[in-house]
């Protein structure tokens, strides 16, 4: 069975700095894509981030230059460095794991999701 948890959201000033993280067991995570994704209130669900198998990455252009997505196999983990914060950022950011290891910015690309952790930027 395919676990995914995210942790380290929180409430954080703007410009400043948050990391969350995704842990996935349950799978080969070496071989599998993980995508960020972030809904607001009252809007759709949205693309952040994604790291494939390789490391490749692709961001969505409201973080481009202020968040870095990373992984780290050893620990079956990927990470999500938020920098400069803005209080639109403020949103329940979602993990997602798509096990055949494609970058994608569709929901779809992806089969195993988290609960998400909530992160609030104030102005």
């Known amino acids: 069975q395919v676990h995914v948890v995210e942790s380290g959201g929180g409430l954080v000033q703007a410009g400043g700095s948050l990391i969350v993280s995704c842990a996935a067991s349950?799978?080969?995570?070496?071989?599998?894509?993980v995508g960020w994704f972030r809904q607001a209130p009252g809007r759709e669900r949205e693309f952040v981030a994604a790291?494939?198998?390789?490391?490749?990455?692709d961001y969505a252009e409201p973080v481009k230059g202020r968040f870095t997505i990373y992984r780290d196999n050893a620990k079956n983990t990927v990470y999500l460095q938020m920098n400069s914060l803005k209080p639109e950022d403020t949103a329940v950011y979602y993990c997602?794991?798509?096990?055949?290891?494609?970058?994608?910015?569709?929901?779809?690309?992806?089969?195993?999701w988290g609960q998400g952790t909530q992160v609030t930027v104030s102005s």
């Open positions: 349950g799978v080969t995570f070496s071989t599998v894509a």
């Open positions: 790291i494939k198998w390789n490391s490749a990455r």
């Open positions: 997602a794991v798509g096990r055949f290891g494609t970058l994608g910015r569709s929901q779809d690309n992806y089969d195993y």
